[in-house]
Each structure stands twice: as C-alpha cells, then as structure tokens.
C-alpha cells in the first residue's frame, strides 16, 4: 500500500534517467537539412578522342551508363547515355527535374548552372560531373571542359563552379582524382564561408553555408579509375544509379555458380524494380534493407538522420554509395565523401546480401526456361522473415538489459530495425512485424526515439488507412507510445486524418470485435486527448467525429483507466474552447464529472478535477499565455461541489489538482474572495481580542447587503477557509501551491478599499493570543520545523475553534454599515464581478529566485519531496503584461496532470522488481524467504516464551528527549521511537546503532501520538499519527539499504473533528494490512475508516462517548470488528459492515478508569485483553457475557503502558 508511482511522483512528471542522452530531431530537422530540387547531369565524355593524361588499356572497360559508346556514332551515343543516365536518376527519385549537358562549353555550363540554381531557389542542386574524356582534375582544384570548337580543354575552377551552383548543393565526382575535387571544394567553402561570416555576420534569409553541401567522389587524389573490361567505365555512376544491375553482375564476378549461370542471363532477371513480388523487385527491396541497415550501425545518429531520412534522392545516393565503396575498394579504388563516413565495405550484412542474391540466382535458369504448360513459380526469399526472428530474440533476451539505470556494457540497438520498417511494406509480414515493433517501444521513451529516428512515422501513418480489424490492438499501442513520447505528431493525425482511426475504434459498441476493449479504447482516449490538446482544429474535428459523447458515455466504464482517459479527453477537448464548454453543459457533463469526484480510483478522482479545472479556465495549454475566461454562476456550483468533496481526500495528487481548480475560481472571482479573505480578518481580529484581553470597537451592525450575495458569498467563503486549511497542509508541495492563491487574495485585500474602513485592522500586525489552548499532556516542542513561508505573509494561522467561529458569523459580519456598503459596492464593481476580459489586475508572479529559510537547529529532516519555496510580490507591482518571463498565477498553478508516463513504462513485461533475477526480485526473494524462517522460529518459540524469563536487556539507547511512542520491525531488528515533540528516530536495536532521525513536522505544542511499520512483509513504511490529527507516511528510512534519501510518501489529514481537551489521547491509529484499511480516532467523537487502496474515508462511526478514545484494536482474522477503548473506562465492539450509528454491537463497563489499552488474544479466537490505570488487566470473550471471564490487578499505584505480543500468550505492563 502506498506504493504506487503516484506516491512517488504526486502525478508530476518523472524525470529521465541520469544516463539518458538527449534524442536526436527525427523529422530531420536539424541544421544542414537538404531537399534536392533540381539536378544538372554534366557529362564530359567527347567519345573517340582520349585524355591525354589518362592511359587504357587493350581490353578496357567502355560501358557508359550500360551503353557502349563505340556501338554507335558518336552523337548518338552521347546522346543515349544522357537519356540513360537521366532515366537511372528518377529511378531514385521522380520528383526531381533532371537536366543533362553533354559535352558543354565553359559558358553553356555557366548558364546551365545558373539557370537552375533560379529554379531551385532556397533548395539544394545536385551536380553530377562525368569527366572521363577529359584529364584529371588538377591539385589546385580545376575539372575541365571544352570550348566550343572542342579543340581545347578549358579548365573551371571550382570558386566559379559554387558561385554558379551556390548553396546548397549535391556533388557527384565521377572521374579520376576525385579527391582534388573534394579536398579544394570545402577549402573554398570555409574560405567563402568566412568571408560571409566577417562581412555580413552570416548568410541571410535562411540561406545554409557552403560548407553543409553534400559530395560524393569516386576515388581519391592519387587514384584511378578502374578500367578492367568485366566492369562499367563508369561502376562509380553505375553503383549510385543502377546498383542491382552492378550488385548482380559483380557477384558473378566472383562467385561461382552452377548451371553456368552468366552476365547475360542475370541481366534477364524478369520482374520489375517497383514489384516487391517479382525477383527483381525482391532483391532491390532486400538491398534497400541491408544498405539501411549497414548505414544504421555503422554512422552516428545525427549523420544518419541528414543522410538518409531527409531527402529521397540522397538517401538512396549514399544508401548505393555504400555499394560502391565495397566493390571499388576491390579495385585499389576508395571512394570518399562529405560529410566523411566510416568504411563499411567489411560489414557482416553484406554476406547476408550474397546469399539473397545466391538464393535468388540458382532459381534463374528455372524462371528463363519458358515452359507453357508447367512455368516455375518463385520462391521468395526468407531474409525477412529470419531478420525478423532475430529481433524477436533480441527483445526476448536482451531488451531490458537497455532499462537498467546502472547497466555497465551499454548495449547497442538492435540491428534490424532497419529491416522491421522495410517489413511493414509486405502484407504477409506485416502484423508480425507490428506485434514485434510494439513489443520493441514498450521498452522505454529510448526505444519509441529510436523506432521514429529509424523513420517509420510515414509508414505508421499509412497503415492508419487499413481496413484490417486484426491490425487495430497492435496500431493502437504504437501510436499511444509514440504520442506519449513525442506529442507534437497531433498535426499529423490531424493533417492526415489519422485521428479518425482512433475515434471510430472509441465509438465501438461491440466489444467483441476488440481484444481487451477497455484498455484499447483508454489508449484511444489519450491518442485523441493529445490531438485535442493547445490545437484548436483538432477539437473541432474530434468533436465533429463524435468524440465528446463517445468520452461521456465511457464515463461510467469498469475499468479505471477508461474512465480516467476519457475524463482527460474531455478536458482537453474543451480546454479553451467556448463552444465545447456550451455543448458540455447541455449534456451535463459537469455534473458527470463531479460524481466521479467520489471514485474508488485517486487517478480518476483527479482527471475529473483537472477536467472541472480547464471548465473553469485552467489551460492545459503549453503556451502560458493561453487562458480560458468568462465567470457564471455555475462556475461556483462545480468549484463547491468539488471542494467540499475533495478537500479531505487523502491523496496528495488529488488536493493539489483541486487548488488548480480554486485558482480558477479565485481569478474570476476575486473580489468576493477579497471580501472574505476581509471578513476572516475581522473576525480572526476580535477572536485575538477575545483571547487576548483586548477589546477594539466593533462596527456598526446594518443590514444593507442583499439575501443573494450573503448565499453567494457564503460559497465563497467555505471555499477560502478550506483554502486556508490546504495552505498547511501536511504535504508541502500542496501547502505551497495554497500559499500561493492565499498571498494572492491577501495582496488584493491589502490594497482594497477594505483598508480604508474605519475601524480595520488591515494595517496593523495581529496580535497573538496568550493561550492556544494546546493539550497540556503532549508537553511542549523542543524542536519546531520552520514555516514553509520563507516571505512575510499576513498572519493567518489555522484553528478548527476559531474557523466555526468565524463560520457561525458570517451573516452578521456581512450586516455593516452603510460605509461598508459603499466600499463594497465599489470593490464589487471593480474586481469582483467577472468579465470577459482582464481588467489590468495582473495574478501574482512567483520569482524566480528561491530564499530559503536557515535551520534553527543542526537536525536531520526528511526531503519534503516537490519543494515549492517562493517569494511572493504584489499583484500591482507588475504591468499586465508578464515581463522577464513571469507566468499569472493561474498559469504557475496549472499542473500538467497529462499522465504520459504511463504510457512510457513498459506494459507487456513485469516491472524489474517483479522480473526473476533482478536485484529487486532477488531481494525480494530473500525477504520472504527470511520472514517464513523468523515466523517458523517464532512458533516453535511461543510456547516456551510463556515459561521463560523476560528480564534479559538486549539493548540500551540514549534517546533525545522523551520517548513517547514506538514501533517495532516484525522482521528487521528496526525499533522507531518517537520522542515527545515531532522527532523520529530508527534504530537498529541488535547492533545499537541509530540508522536515521529526522522531523515529523507536527506543529508545537503537539506529539506524535501514534506509530507503526506497515508494508513490513515488503520493507515498510513508517506510518506516523499526530496529535493535530495528521497521517503522514515514510520510505526509505533505512540508509543501509542505498534506496535513497528518506522520502514522505504521503499526507493527509485524517481526524478533522478533533474537540480541544486538555487530557486527551491526541490521534490513535491501528493499521490491518491485510485489509489496507487505517482506523482513527482519539479526541473525537468519531471514527474514521480509511482504504488505502482508494486512499479515500469509508465511514464515520460515531463512539457515541463524550471521551475521547484511547486505543484501537481491529480482529487480526478477516472479521470486519474492531475493539476501541475510551477514557471513561468502557469499550466497544465496532463492526464496519453496519451503518455508521449502529456500527456498535456491543460495548462493557467493567473498568473504572482511563483504558489503557485492548488488545485481542494472540492464541485464544473471540478473546481479548484490555488494561486501564489503576493497574486493572481484564480478559474478555466476545461469545461471553458483558462481564470480564478473568481479572488480574497488576500494579497497585497504576500501570502507564500495556501490550500483547502477537505471537505468544504474553502480555507486559
């Protein structure tokens, strides 16, 4: 109990782990993004006539983009290998224009490049340049061309050639000495890029640097190109365009084959490069996977996002490039680009690759014989479907090993995520496929980063347009862990539609046609909740697709996470949006909403607060200056209801999303809430009179207010003292956010016409009283904690006498003079009606610079997790208009109560402490290995502990102060004492050795009045009950165990009726853990049954005793009775299972003074024991009369202390 995340986090985001890094942009969107628009294909090959710096040899290799130039005449070759290499360029890509120049003139390129440099605009050129027939580049930098007459070869220098082309820009060098391209290429561009740099300050109008241009070169300075005859003349060109064809033709190279399969028949491999079905197809679709996957293991992730997931044509020119580089360097040949890559022609996958195309091959003479009557049918290829088992083992063995926060050999991804996208192409794969990469982003945010950076967001969008049924559980969980992680994929549902998937899969009436219906359509609620959210559009398109009543009706669903996601959907939907709200309203959804404020679920409790809160304007919006707006008399309606039903709710998170809500009312309404806040002044004034022995001179008492505002502000003022109440609440985050909207009312009243009234107080510090009447048996604090307030604030301090004080005068505060009525009535003009609009009051801002408060005392605290220490200033010091980045209150407030962390963790595995192995589960293990030893030794022990002899010391401790209270460990040597102010201390009673102190927090004047270990199967949590009638929670209070720093779990308040006695018993608690519920009493005339499962209040069992309750005992069996004693030396069997004023069944008056303590038999079944302290210890049998079966008089000057041992006929007084 008391172990869920939201009892570690308070339903706050939870950061990343420390060993995270920071993702990559996987939209491509970093600086040096290319898009190719246009193409200038350059081909310098003036056939028949060689360079006079190259020598070839006798054969050579001819091919010029598969044609042989000397076939043909020379014009006509030319001009087939333009239109050749044109058509190899838009197979990578048709969406480019593709311009060739063969053979230009200095000035015809220039024109050339210009020209399309004017079409492209801010996009990138590719220029390809072929200079095979003419000489190498030169070490300065120069390619050459011709003149017009083709008698001399003009050089061009490669300043002239980025002037023409600029920026940015694809290079392809495809000639010998390459590299003096490249090399003197990006010294020109760092030269030109500094001289911008100096000149202008940079490049303008987004215009890219010249050094982010993209260059591909087939060899290096010093090298030649290949010439060998069994090769293209150009392989470079052939590599990066027709890489099938090359691949093919190289593997016969060097591969033997039966059947003599040869060069010419492989270029007769039937089917087409589109057709992912036919032979060819297959084998290009398993290439593109292969050099994918080769480019993703090898390259980092910010080159593989600019190279291969920006733009088509790129990509696949260095997908081919990675082709080229294994074939060429077989050929002393090393081909080199920029940005400069790793080498890759030795990667493991390129065997994978040989023996698709062997598999492929040896069906070749098969698929050539053309037999009529029995044709040979294809036999695919299983590359996919063995890739895919491989990363099936993957996420089997070694897929959490990557969770681990601690992990010493970091392992590197899978390597087939590449292949797994290209499998979502193939049908017969397909849901395979699927149901691995959802089992792959349940592993963590990492993993979703990874899966989106791979690029498979446009393929997972396509598949939102299928009609298949069994493809919806598995696209659903995908998508909600991809919009979980990276929320801003809204604009594309929307642009593309997608979001309709999901609202028809939540508008579903079968169930049956759904696997687990209910956690599918919760998942579609979030998915829809994050399209809706800040967007306007999607709103309005998810509200025309029914989505709102679909959320309505599913309300009411069984399953508590529906019912939460669908109340956030709502939330969203309306957020900001006016004509969502009115059509909310027609339905009733408010009030739909407010009955889930009493859900067994604090989840649910919760989204219906943050729902009800953007109903009254707290925007979820990521822009803080989005806001909702416009007050009505509902608006008070909900808030009340929603105060009074939340505001002793004993989860944190809960208490936290209703000031969110009361902030809302509080900017809408703010003068009515300065009138209160005034009221409370006065009254709160003549109370410290009162207590004080001074008198000041009241006002004049005149009714001049109207019935409707006095019921009006009567809700407003039930509002503002439970925020007064919230604003020292146990749990600091809580207090803090209160503290918050109270200094904002206070900071209005203090410059309201209020303090011009004549009598007021306003301006004059409150004086204390002299007796607070605390209960004079808890003693006095040695040690208080500092105020949460590190700022003055005014001094308002809490009191349950003085609030029904101050409840009870309401109506004849509100009757004043008529003064009061005119400064009323000209505040309420000014501030306190709402409007439309701001009327220039701005909300308090919170600074950013925190002061905290120095300790008093050199003790331990306990972390108070969510610190929220703030200096607050006047609302009216500041323009309207937030400057320095300040946020309205509203804004500040607002808790981003979106749980995607949920949709983070991983779902389809055991959490770590549950996984066999783990150090949690291994610890664990031994726990409970541990406990059954200790439980079998105590049996065997219990019947000689009732002989034996109980006066051995085992330990001795120097406790500071006076022990009060204390708990023992059933399983651990841990003994917890609490002293007789607020300090706790944990000792390791075998060692004699102290493992913690710290503070508890209760105010002065007060004391731990209750303790206990709960979870001890487990761990434990110490469970602490103070006399002011706060429960609060702590974990890791054994530093041994390197759990972390001491943390509170939880606060509440759980005794709230408590009557001021100076002999009382304070807070008495008793915890049965096998039922999870917590009963409290003490100095009430009440007890409160509290589930801390639902961590809500059960029942209120009326004691029917003017005294107050001394101890509680509740059946260790699975009864639902419990034993309470009383001060006035009666006690009474309770059972839960009656109405709250007939829970008594039974009650006994034998003891004659204050019960000390009850206690059932730890052997005897129905028999319990019970002491008071005149040293009387009587046995009772429930079956039995209302007489006691035997009595002992134990200590004949009394007994302060009695207990049973729970496993042994033995009781110590």
């Not at 069994?470 to 594309?492: E, G, K, M, N, S």
């Not at 604090?781 to 590190?790: G, R, V």
């Not at 306990?862 to 607050?872: H, I, R, T």
């Amino acid at each position: 109990y008391w172990s869920a995340k939201r009892h570690l986090t308070c339903g706050n985001p939870t950061p990343g782990p420390s060993w995270s890094q920071k993702p990559i942009p996987w939209r491509g969107s970093a600086p040096g993004k290319l898009k190719t628009a246009t193409a200038a294909l350059v081909l310098c090959l003036n056939i028949d006539v060689d360079p006079p710096d190259i020598i070839k040899t006798n054969p050579c290799a001819n091919l010029e983009c598969w044609v042989d130039p000397h076939t043909l005449p020379a014009q006509k070759a030319l001009e087939a290998i333009g239109n050749n290499l044109q058509h190899q360029f838009e197979g990578l890509s048709l969406k480019i224009g593709y311009k060739y120049i063969l053979d230009p003139s200095v000035e015809d390129l220039r024109r050339f490049c210009q020209t399309l440099r004017k079409q492209a605009k801010d996009d990138a050129v590719l220029f390809y340049y072929n200079g095979h027939g003419v000489p190498k580049p030169t070490a300065s930098g120069e390619l050459w061309c011709f003149n017009r007459n083709y008698t001399q070869y003009i050089p061009v220098s490669l300043q002239e050639l980025q002037a023409w082309v600029g920026s940015p820009g694809v290079y392809i060098w495809d000639c010998s000495a390459a590299g003096h391209l490249l090399q003197n290429f990006n010294m020109f561009a760092e030269r030109k890029d500094n001289e911008v740099n100096m000149m202008q300050g940079g490049y303008s109008n987004g215009a890219q640097p010249m050094i982010n241009s993209l260059q591909l070169a087939a060899c290096g300075a010093n090298e030649q190109l290949p010439s060998c005859p069994e090769l293209p003349a150009d392989v470079f060109t052939s590599c990066l365009t027709s890489p099938i064809d090359i691949a093919l033709r190289y593997f016969i190279m060097n591969h033997q084959l039966p059947n003599n399969i040869t060069a010419d028949m492989v270029l007769q491999l039937p089917g087409d490069l589109k057709d992912r079905r036919t032979p060819l197809g297959e084998l290009n679709w398993i290439f593109t996977a292969i050099t994918d996957t080769i480019a993703w293991t090898t390259f980092s992730r910010d080159i593989f996002t600019k190279l291969y997931r920006c733009d088509l044509l790129i990509a696949s020119l260095f997908r081919n490039f990675l082709l080229a580089e294994r074939i060429m360097k077989n050929y002393h040949c090393t081909p080199h680009t920029f940005p400069p890559l790793p080498p890759t022609n030795t990667h493991p996958l390129w065997a994978t690759w040989d023996l698709a195309v062997d598999t492929c091959l040896r069906q070749l003479p098969d698929l050539l014989s053309r037999s009529a009557c029995n044709p040979y049918v294809y036999v695919p290829s299983k590359f996919f479907a063995d890739q895919l088992t491989a990363f099936e083992v993957w996420i089997s063995r070694g897929g959490s090993a990557l969770t681990r926060q601690n992990h010493l050999v970091p392992r590197k991804p899978p390597d087939q995520l590449p292949i797994v996208l290209q499998v979502l192409l193939s049908q017969p794969h397909r849901l395979r496929a699927l149901i691995l990469l959802s089992q792959f982003v349940d592993l963590g945010p990492w993993a979703v980063h990874l899966v989106l950076t791979i690029g498979i967001f446009p393929y997972i969008s396509k598949l939102l347009q299928a009609q298949g049924q069994d493809l919806r559980p598995v696209l659903i969980f995908i998508w909600a862990r991809i919009l979980a992680v990276d929320p801003t994929v809204q604009t594309d549902l929307f642009n593309t539609q997608g979001f309709k998937y999901f609202a028809n899969v939540l508008g579903l009436r079968n169930e049956d046609v759904l696997p687990n219906s209910s956690e599918h359509k919760a998942m579609c609620s979030f998915i829809l909740a994050a399209v809706c959210r800040d967007f306007y559009q999607g709103q309005t398109a998810c509200c025309d697709e029914r989505v709102f009543d679909n959320c309505y009706e599913r309300l009411d669903e069984a399953d508590f996470l529906l019912r939460q996601w669908t109340a956030l959907c709502i939330a969203q939907m309306w957020d900001t949006n006016d004509e969502m709200k009115v059509y909310g309203v027609d339905r009733g959804t408010q009030d739909k909403l407010t009955e889930l404020l009493s859900d067994d679920s604090a989840e649910v409790r919760s989204a219906a607060l943050y729902a009800l809160g953007t109903f009254l304007g707290a925007s979820g919006a990521i822009d803080a200056t989005k806001q909702g707006g416009g007050g009505s008399g509902m608006e008070v309606a909900v808030a009340t209801g929603a105060t009074l039903a939340i505001k002793d709710d004993a989860s944190p998170m809960c208490r936290k999303e209703l000031l969110v809500l009361i902030s809302c009312l509080v900017k809408e309404w703010r003068g009515y809430f300065v009138v209160c806040a005034w009221i409370y002044w006065e009254e709160d004034r003549k109370w410290r009179a009162s207590t004080s022995g001074h008198h000041h001179s009241p006002l004049h008492d005149e009714d001049v207010t109207n019935q409707a505002n006095r019921v009006l502000l009567s809700s407003f003022f039930t509002i503002f003292v439970v925020l007064l109440d919230l604003s020292v609440d146990p749990y600091q985050e809580v207090a803090a956010n209160a503290q918050t909207i109270v200094d904002y009312i206070m900071a209005l009243l203090l410059e309201s016409p209020f303090t011009r009234l004549e009598g007021t107080s306003l301006n004059n510090p409150p004086t204390a009283p002299a007796d607070r009447h605390a209960s004079p048996q808890l003693g006095t604090a040695s040690h208080s904690p500092p105020s949460p307030i590190t700022g003055d604030r005014p001094g308002l301090t809490r009191s349950d006498t003085m609030t029904s004080t101050i409840s009870s005068g309401v109506s004849n505060t509100l009757r004043r003079t008529s003064s009061f009525a005119n400064a009323l009535k000209s505040l309420a003009n000014g501030i306190a009606f709402p409007s439309s609009s701001d009327d220039g009051r701005a909300s308090p801002i919170v600074s950013t610079h925190v002061h905290f408060q120095p300790e008093v005392t050199d003790i331990s605290r306990p972390p108070s997790p969510n610190l929220n220490v703030a200096q607050y200033t006047s609302p009216y010091s500041r323009p309207t208009t937030p400057q320095g980045g300040s946020h309205d209150m509203q804004s500040q407030n607002v808790i981003d109560f979106l749980p995607c962390d949920y949709f983070k963790e991983p779902q389809m595995r055991q959490s770590e402490s549950d996984e066999p192995g783990s150090i949690q589960y291994n610890y664990q293990v031994w726990r409970q290995q541990r406990n059954e030893r200790i439980c079998e030794q105590t049996d065997s022990q219990a019947c000689a502990a009732e002989k034996g002899r109980w006066d051995k010391t085992v330990a001795t401790f120097q406790v500071q102060g006076y022990p009060l209270t204390m708990a023992f460990h059933s399983y651990d040597q841990h003994l917890v004492i609490a002293n007789e102010s607020d300090m706790i201390s944990v000792w390791d009673w075998l060692a004699k050795k102290r493992l913690n102190y710290f503070c508890n927090g209760n105010p002065r004047g007060t004391s731990i009045t209750s303790l206990d270990i709960i979870n001890q199967d487990v761990g434990g949590l110490i469970l602490t009950g103070s006399a002011d009638g706060i429960v609060r929670m702590y974990r890791n209070y054994d530093p041994t165990l390197e759990q972390g720093p001491l943390q509170m779990v939880s606060a509440f308040r759980g005794l709230n009726e408590v009557v001021q006695l100076r002999q009382g018993t304070g807070m008495i608690m008793d915890w049965k853990q096998s039922a999870g519920i917590l009963l409290v009493g003490g100095d009430s005339r009440v007890i409160k049954v509290w589930d801390a499962q639902t961590e809500t209040q059960g029942l209120d069992l009326e004691t029917n005793s003017d005294s107050p309750v001394t101890s509680i005992t509740s059946d260790p069996g699975s009864s639902q009775t419990f034993i309470a004693s009383f001060a006035d030396g009666t006690l009474k069997v309770f059972d839960r299972r009656l109405e709250d004023d007939e829970a008594i069944v039974r009650s006994y008056s034998d003891h004659t003074s204050w019960v000390q303590n009850v206690r059932y038999h730890p052997k005897l079944s129905g028999r319990f024991l019970s002491a008071s302290v005149d040293g009387q210890v009587k046995l009772w049998d429930l079956r039995g009369s209302d007489s006691p079966t035997q009595s002992w008089h134990i200590h004949q000057q009394g007994l302060s202390t009695f207990d049973v041992h729970p496993h042994s006929s033995v009781f110590a007084a």
